[in-house]
């Protein structure tokens, strides 16, 4: 799969997309669900949650592992993905639909990078 | 195999309690159950038989070889179920008067006595029931000693080595600790210079388990130990793995404040398929005031139970799964002073002789003797076959032989944790080296048979996936 | 000395070659000689038959009552024989925990049908596979509502002692609060608990009967709990519930209880079994083992340990409860114990407690043990003696009967049971008779 060239991706295998110039939908990316395996769980953020740059968001389960969602940018949670509570293999069939949570009134950003930027990150690290 | 609910047949049952005779007196409808209950109704033979069947699709020790890694699944001696029956313990109201429950008592004071020996520990309680219920009350005399200094505040931090077990982590996190990993050095013992640089003001304790997680023994434990106290921590051990040093070395001389025991490993109890075990907690004499309530303590006539000073409070009802206790002396009391060390031994011995002869194909990532334990590394194996520590260990179960611990400690990839335990014979041992290189040759002649193993067992391996997502947790009548 | 190490000397020998040492003493190479033990001060070893005479006479020391009417948290119930005679096979006293599902369809099955009779019981939508005994199976749940915001759980003073004390060391350890409802006439004060909520209460616990033996308005306890955007729990006798209103139908977020009514022995406290339900909203809250159905590759109908990823061994510090083992064959036992009994049998059992205490309540009354509350019990309830307790105590241990337990303030608490009869309770108070008039 490849990632789309209109996303934004960190070091962490987030990928977020802007709605507008202040809020960001958030997902995990192909590499990272496909390094999990089958995902039986999403431990999704509270609204009004206030989120750190580079700090865990919330969680996302497989059979045997459990891993941190990192926040790409700071801000507020203003909406989140409730379709996910009961289908967490949507993550798995199509991991750029399935946002995660969506972050408003942003305050900070962590390094961004562009798609090929990334690519590079998951070609290292296989 | 059927459930127990699909062998019911409406108008069975067994009459084994009669209406009572004042029957006068009723329940006012105000406080009735609206939903009715949904038993099932069986006959006696049922229930015998459906038990007797589900009996069949069970691996217990009394059925085979049972290596379990960190869990010490040894052969459990009969005469401890047959003392734990008698009724003058079963028949034992726990509020009788003390005077009406000196056996109990005496069980109970035998029990600290000879653990508080064996372990190089002043005091104990029986009240945890299992081994993490045991580190949770340990954790918290650490946290009530902090507090009483008034150093509650500042000190935050639990210690634990990247090989723990992963209820020291979550042990600390209830008690509202944060956990700073510490990274094992090459020989797989604590990075003395990563502790160094860990503790501080803020440490409350490390948490350790000696011989450790690959079966090693740190020979570095009194600088460990050392390190941690001159930052004003206190040293907490894990005594999962007691078994292999029990009588020959105690943790109380290794430096060690506090311990929690795994009675139903290390001394012989039956594991019930996931308990009752028991977690007894001892800790050195500047924390007995702080255990927990109802300590037993030896009076000029017998035993009593008493009430520490600063107690924590309590961990659960009474005085712990006494029952178990029971079991537990019996074993000491058979074993005695020249038994306890030689078990100790031979869980050694039978460990060493496994791995050496493993070793031949296996790969075994650190050097040495080992203790009890032992773990062996299938990522080489892995990479040229594709077949993992998984199909080895589902492979294993076509043999008659329950796997080993696998995939941990996190530290050794595609791990397998190897406890044969002192009640072995070498026959078992050198039956179970054999189907080990079978499949190692198996893996290398034929990987597609091994990812397809097991074949021969009740059921064949699971859609994990599929129970996590659609969790069905109960049983349905209607559902099909 | 007894030894279970099926080695003979040629063995051992064989084995030190192969490993390629001449002294058992080669492989302890990492530990410090003079850290090693120089004498272990234990009795020497003794024979399977010396073992047994030194027990049996250790258990000689204790009394056995042969009629028990104290209660307080452990109850003398009648245990059917098959009970025994399912729990003892050696495969499921040797067992480890199921990790290994293909091998272990047996102890998985019988836990799955432990959870469906704790659900049904406790009118709750999920179970776990237990815990270890009901207080803390109360702590454990107080811990499950928690939150960043809400951080204080409130606890009936109604609740059994143990269970309060237990509450109160998880929260010491979690650094979260603790509260005690008051009570009026032995039951939770609801106008008390009124007062109390606001927007740091993440639970109510409440004993339903109480420890007073009081029936609680469980159903508007839930309502002032939840009206509050707190959770209820409730800590039910399991006994009981074959006739109360369910923690389900009160509205119980969580229900737990001790579970060594169904099946276990007294056992001077322990092996018990805690158990814990709870709503699917909840389901990923509850700590400890949980069983669920799949399929194997074959298709074939099979349970397995399932939402693993919430505990301990895959979480570690992130885990909200360290909890490993059930009491897996308390829970089998308690499984057993209800499918001997029957729902019938259940019932049966209820009314029996419930009549034989009111029946032993009104005679106690006319002995002059006057019930000190006037709110409605179940099989439990607290008189005022007409002389001091001890005395009654003691008068009835010479005739081998075990009466309720004083309280602190002088006051008895008494329990009667399907094991306590009219026969038994009429054979009580004659005895009481000859001081009590």
Redo the contacts between chains.
Sequence with gaps: MTNPSDYKYVRSHEWLCYVDDDRVRVGITDFAQQAMGDLVFVNLPIVGDMTTAGEPLCDVESVKSVEDIFAPVSGEVTAINEELMDHPELINAAPYDAWIAEISHITDTEELLDAAAYEAVCAEEE | MELLFERSHSGRSLENIPATTVSEYQLPEQFARRTPLDLPSLAEVDISRHYTELSHHVHGVNCGFYPLGSCTMKYNPKIGEEIAALPNFTQIHPLQPAQTTKGCLEVLGLAQQYLCEITGMDAMSFQPAAGAHGEFTGLLLIKAYHHSRGDGAKRTKVIVPDSAHGTNPASATMNGYTTVNVPSNAEGGVDLDALRAAVGPDTAALMLTNPNTLGIFDKNILEITKIVHDAGGLVYYDGANLNAVMGLVRPGDMGFDVIHLNIHKTFGTPHGGGGPGSGPCGCKAFLAPFLPKDQIKENAEGYCLTQPAQSIGRVRSFYGNFLVVVKALTYILMLGAKGIPEAAQGSVLNANYMKTKLSEVYDVPYDGFCMHEFVLSLEKLKHETGVSALDVAKALMDNGIHPPTMYFPLIVHEALMIEPTETESKETLDRAIQVFMDIYHAATADAESLHQAPRHTTVRRLDETRAARNPVLKYTPDKD | ???????NED??R???D????SS?D???????AD???K??????????LE??R???K????????ST?F?G???Y?H?I?A?VG??V???????????Y????????L??I??F???I???T?MD??N??V?????AAAEAT?MCRDRKRNKALVSGAA?P??I??I???C????SEVELIPLKDGQTDINALAEMLDETVSCVYLQQPNYYGI?EDAEALAQAAHAAGAKLIMGVNPIA??????A??CGADIAVG?GQPLGM????????LGFMATTNAL??KLPG??????????G?R?F?L????R????????????????????A?TA??Y????????????A??C???A??LADKLAELGFVRIHKT?F?HEFVTRPPLAADKV?DLL?KHDI?GG?PLANGDILWCAT?MT??EEIDEMIRILEEVAK
């Design positions: 000395m007894a030894s279970y190490i099926p080695m063995e051992r064989e084995m030190m192969t490993i390629g040492i058992l080669e492989m302890y190479v990492n530990i410090p850290m090693r033990v004498k272990l001060n234990l009795p020497e070893g003794r024979s399977e073992t047994r030194l027990m049996e250790i258990s000689a020391k204790n009394k056995r009552f028990i104290r307080a948290g452990a003398w009648y059917p098959i005679a399912v003892n096979k050696e495969e499921f006293v040797t067992a480890y925990t199921p290994q599902a293909e091998i272990s369809q047996g102890v099955q019988a799955i049908v959870q469906t009779m659900a049904n019981l009118g999920v179970t596979a237990s270890y005994d009901g207080a803390s811990n059994n143990m269970v004390d237990t109160k060391t998880y010491f350890g979690n650094d029936i519930a074959a006739l109360l209103k369910s389900g139908e001790e022995p007294l056992s001077f406290g322990g092996p018990y389901m990923r083992r949980i069983v669920g159905e799949t399929v194997d590759v074959d074939k099979a397995v399932t939402l693993q990823a505990e301990q061994h895959i979480r570690r510090e992130k885990a909200s409860s360290n909890i490993c083992s059930n009491q897996n064959l308390c089998l499984s057993v209800l499918a001997a009994i029957g729902t019938e049998g259940l019932q049966r059992v009314q029996n419930y009549a034989h009111h029946y409605p179940f105590m241990a075990l337990l399907e009869t009219k």
